[in-house]
């Protein structure tokens, strides 16, 4: 049973939409918890899109992309979770803006 | 109206399952407005209120037309929509809710309601290996982190360290260069694209969802790549390790800023509800 194109347009879209919410929240969010949430949204847009496209033509590369996105997820989230402890120890604050400074 | 935007075919009809441009960009603007009156800034929660209300109207006309198109056909199209709508709602209340912990519950329901669509797309175990890595790991972690750090910052406080939850950072520039993105993607997905046919189900295509055909592929086709993997995920961990491990010191103003009571001179401090200083209970010598 093959999958419409109609079909996979509506996938599309629910991926597009998701991608861009987070964009948008990593845009104008301050606190840098939230900011690395809306990446994960991004992530959640992005895997969608690869699922869908995989199912649509009957491939198994679309579920194996979604792997290494989960893992990639998984360090940039342990990574980044790591780096927020360490600049709220020096800030005492989560907020983006108090490293202003850090812009070129 | 479709002359507005010609096609790059120049084809007068449209797709299947298309929607006028003009109608995806008039609700990519109404959509942009919303936001910005969605996320946290210095109006009211009224305000707030009105400009959920306009995402949800766009977000159903957007699914009536989508339902027009005649793209639906059997059951799997509810579950379709009401995992869709779970997930897209959700993830504007991620990006908008001023508590960060709540946020990071909305993002809980964005995974679950994505992991239903995987469901859907015949990846069961994908959406097995979603919900455990994601809302079994990662929004853990999340929300570990934002109770160490809610412990000692006064981000739940109005205080004027703590606001950076409530106002947002160029919302305005931000709605329109997102939903800008948006409208040029659905644009591209709506009308333009015709795309490269469904191949021939491979054998034993019906049932590629299961663990064991995605398990021969990844460990046929793609071992070195999840070798990889593993190893970048074990570098990841160590570096995390040493990264969050490290001492730092312990900046002097910051403790003033967080209003840190062992320096302050106990006599100093006035008696709970008065403006007397604690003299008496801290007599002279």
């Known amino acids: ?53 995989g199912r649509y033509h009957g491939s198994l590369e679309g579920q194996a992309f979604v792997i290494f996105l989960l893992v990639i997820a998984a360090a940039e989230a342990a990574l980044a979770l790591g780096l927020i402890v360490q600049l709220f120890r020096r800030r005492h604050t989560l907020d983006a803006e108090s490293w202003r400074e850090l812009k070129g | 109206m479709l002359a507005v935007f010609p096609t790059f075919a120049g084809a007068p009809t449209l797709a299947a399952g298309a929607i006028p441009p003009v109608l995806v960009l008039a609700m990519c603007v109404v959509a942009g407005v919303g936001t910005v009156l969605v996320l946290p800034g210095r109006h009211e929660r009224s305000v707030r ?35 869709a709508a779970i997930a897209i709602l959700s993830a504007v209340r991620v990006i908008s809710h001023d508590k960060p912990v709540y946020s990071a519950l909305y993002f809980l329901l964005t995974v679950v309601a994505t992991a239903g669509l995987f469901v859907l797309l015949w990846a069961e175990f994908m959406a097995a290996a979603l919900v455990l890595i994601y809302a079994g790991a990662i929004v853990a972690t999340y929300v570990f982190v934002i109770m160490l750090a809610q412990q000692t910052g006064n981000a739940g406080r109005a205080t004027e360290g703590g606001d950076y939850d409530r106002i947002s950072r160029e919302p305005i520039a931000a709605c329109a260069v997102g939903f800008t993105l948006m409208g040029l993607i659905l644009f591209v997905i709506f009308d333009m694209v015709s795309f490269v046919g469904p191949t021939k189900l491979a054998k034993g295509g019906e049932a590629q ?50 209003g840190d009571v062992r320096d302050v001179d106990p006599k100093q401090v006035p008696v709970y509800g008065t403006d007397e200083r604690r003299t008496k209970a801290y007599p002279e010598k």
């Open chain 2, 209 to 258: 969802g299961t663990a064991q055909r995605l398990g021969e592929h990844l460990f046929t086709s793609q071992v070195v790549s999840l070798e990889m993997a593993a190893v970048i995920l074990a570098m990841a961990v160590v570096g995390a390790v040493v990264i969050a491990g490290r001492k730092v010191a312990e900046p002097a103003p910051a403790r003033e800023a967080t």
């Open chain 2, 49 to 83: 209120k009105i400009g959920g209300g306009a995402l949800l109207c766009v977000f159903l006309i957007f699914a009536a037309l989508l339902i027009r198109q005649g793209a639906m056909k059997g059951a799997g199209q509810v579950y379709f929509w009401l995992f």
């Open chain 1, 1 to 53: 049973m093959a999958m419409s194109e109609a079909v996979l347009r509506q996938y599309l879209a629910v991926g597009a939409i998701l991608f861009a919410i987070g964009l948008i929240g990593f845009m104008t969010r301050r606190n840098l918890i939230v900011l690395f949430l809306s990446t994960e949204v991004m992530f959640q847009g992005v895997a969608v899109n690869f699922i869908a496209f």
